[in-house]
């Protein structure tokens, strides 16, 4: 699976928009881009995942760029609950494990 | 919502001690997973498992490690004889299907292992 590379950490003000990067400048033709994320100590919650289009679900957007090397993952009105580490996960199609990095640790800020 | 349950929420062990953890995935799910995360580490993928059988295991998973499905609706993970490193947090995880485009996994909240 390809490698990730995301910042260590980012604040967002509550209400406003989050922006998490991800660089997967290695990705291949059949790896998909996860979004995960672990508030404090829970398990991993699934976001949102993509293969090349833009997604929009009722919690987050992905953005992925036309050559696929990164992508963005959009919280577009940050709240204090959605302080938590998130993990930019490429998975091949044929492999069903999540190989999680260190992530983001994303802290909105009131 | 359904929702992937564990118990116990957390597990006391002497070293040498055998345990097992128990997971119950969402009912129509089909793969199965566990994962650990050992404090202030990342996640890391153990072991994934489907029609009764392990189909992806990582290096960490090794012979003291074995997990089954017992009856229709729990998946668990045993530790034969448990180490101090060992001590962890372990999720458990499922997904309707495995490698394809739509593998999403919804993850339990995990059980915390101590081993003395």
């Known amino acids: 699976d390809a490698k990730t590379t995301q910042p260590p950490s980012m604040d967002c003000a509550e209400g406003r928009a989050a922006n998490l990067p991800c660089n997967h400048s290695?990705?291949?033709?059949?790896?998909?881009v996860y979004w995960y994320r672990q508030i404090h100590s829970q398990g991993p919650q699934y976001i949102i995942h993509?293969?090349?289009n833009n997604e929009t679900n009722e919690m987050a957007s992905l953005i992925i760029t036309e050559d696929r090397k990164s992508s963005t993952l959009i919280l577009p009105h940050a709240t204090l609950r959605d302080t938590a580490v998130y993990y930019c996960?490429?998975?091949?199609?044929?492999?069903?494990?999540?190989?999680f990095g260190a992530g983001t640790r994303l802290t909105v800020k009131p | 919502e359904p929702e992937v349950t564990q118990t116990p929420s957390h597990q006391v062990t002497q070293m040498g001690q055998e345990v097992i953890l128990r997971c119950v995935p969402i009912?129509?799910?089909?793969?199965f997973y566990w994962y650990r995360q050992i404090l202030g580490q990342k996640v890391e993928f153990l072991v994934s498992?489907?029609?009764?059988?392990?189909?992806?295991k990582s290096e960490i998973f090794d012979d003291q490690f074995s997990v089954e499905r017992p009856d229709g609706s729990n998946f668990t993970l045993k530790i034969r004889s448990t180490k101090l490193e060992d001590s962890a947090m372990y999720f458990c995880?499922?997904?309707?299907?495995?490698?394809?485009?739509?593998?999403?996994?919804?993850f339990g909240p995990g059980t915390r292992l101590t081993v003395l």
């Open positions: 290695t990705i291949s033709g059949n790896e998909y």
């Open positions: 498992f489907y029609n009764n059988e392990i189909s992806e």
């Open positions: 009912s129509n799910h089909l793969y």
């Open positions: 995880a499922s997904s309707f299907t495995g490698t394809s485009n739509y593998n999403e996994q919804f």
């Open positions: 996960i490429v998975r091949s199609y044929n492999n069903n494990d999540m190989r």
């Open positions: 993509g293969l090349k």
